[in-house]
Every structure is written in structure tokens, then in C-alpha cells.
């Protein structure tokens, strides 16, 4: 995935790339450039380094305040279990949602992460059944937005920084049409 927000002086140390099937979607990111370890808890998941993914499988470019089918993705390579050396994946509420999608069980969401010298590599499953409208044949664009948040190195975004409500307003989303090869 493109990171558009480097135009403006935005920093570029993660390599994310995602794919999708009509059973879900799955992504994988490498992270480098790091001298510390992630800092993560799952206790605190926002101010956690990590993956966010916000999605709206109806593509509603002009809201600006997310409904039941926006959904918004966290993963952290580490921060759960007892020893926080577990990767957590989570649903996670959008603020203001006018409506949430529907809630997913423990262990829906697939996620493996492994450290490495200078950062982590982490891989993730959306089933299409945690995603509400998900339906790439008859919805094939959907709304999309990723950041990839670390203390050390930075926000890498897709477009906007974090300066702009992107958390919270689907408008602020980008477009990913959902092409079959």
C-alpha cells in the first residue's frame, strides 16, 4: 500500500500490503528501522504501536460520521497475555458512530507477529463474517484508511496525519476497489 502522506514529509519505515477474497481480507507488515521494542498494551490499545484499518464496506464518501458498516482494526505485534509478549488483534469502537457493526468473538480476528532485529513482521485475517456488509461481489469499492503508529518512528498513514480527525470521519477515508486478478 501507497503511503500518500510522505508527500508532505510523512515517514515511510513500514511495508504494508493486503489482499482479499470474498472470505475476508488479510494484510502483512514489516516494520524496520527500530532500535527499541514495540510498545504495546492491551490495555491501551490507542497509544500502542501497531496496525490501525478502518473499513466501510458501503463506501459512503460523504459521511462524516461512521455507521454500523464502518469497522475500525487494531493489531499490535506484542502488549497481550501475561507477559505482554502476545499479539493482540481487536474490533475497536469508532467515537461518534452514529451505529457499530456487529460485535465478533474472541480469537475471530486472525493475527501472527514475529520480532525482529530492527522491528517486527506481523500478518493478520479479517473473515468476511467480522466485517459487516462485507460483500466484495455486489459492494466492490469500500471505504479504507490504514495507519501504522510507533512511539520511535512515527505515523505512516495512507493520507492524512493524524492532525485530522481520520479516526472518527469515514470522509477522510480513502477508496480501495476490491479487483479480482
Request: aromatic content about 8%; some cysteine; overall charge neutral.
Amino acid at each position: 500500500m501507497p503511503s500518500f502522506a510522505a508527500l508532505s514529509g510523512g515517514p515511510i519505515y513500514a511495508d504494508l500490503r493486503l489482499a482479499w477474497s470474498t472470505e475476508g481480507m488479510g494484510f502483512s507488515v514489516k516494520v524496520s528501522g527500530k532500535r527499541a521494542m514495540p510498545w504495546c498494551r492491551d490495555t491501551r490499545l490507542d497509544e500502542s504501536d501497531g496496525l490501525h484499518l478502518w473499513i466501510d464496506t458501503r463506501n459512503s464518501p460523504n459521511i462524516h460520521r461512521a455507521t454500523q458498516h464502518c469497522h475500525r482494526f487494531l493489531w499490535l505485534p506484542a502488549g497481550g497475555g501475561p507477559q505482554r509478549d502476545r499479539p493482540v488483534a481487536q474490533l475497536v469502537p469508532i467515537n461518534r458512530a452514529r451505529g457499530n457493526p456487529k460485535s465478533i468473538g474472541n480469537g475471530a480476528l486472525k493475527i501472527h507477529a514475529a520480532p525482529k532485529h530492527d522491528g517486527y513482521e506481523m500478518s493478520g485475517l479479517i473473515p468476511s463474517a467480522a466485517m459487516t456488509g462485507f460483500d466484495p461481489v455486489d459492494q466492490p469499492r469500500i471505504g479504507f484508511y490504514y495507519a501504522v503508529a510507533d512511539r520511535e518512528l512515527g505515523y505512516q498513514s495512507l493520507t492524512l496525519s493524524e492532525q485530522f480527525p481520520v479516526a472518527e470521519d469515514p470522509s477522510l477515508w480513502g477508496e480501495a476497489a476490491l479487483i479480482s486478478a
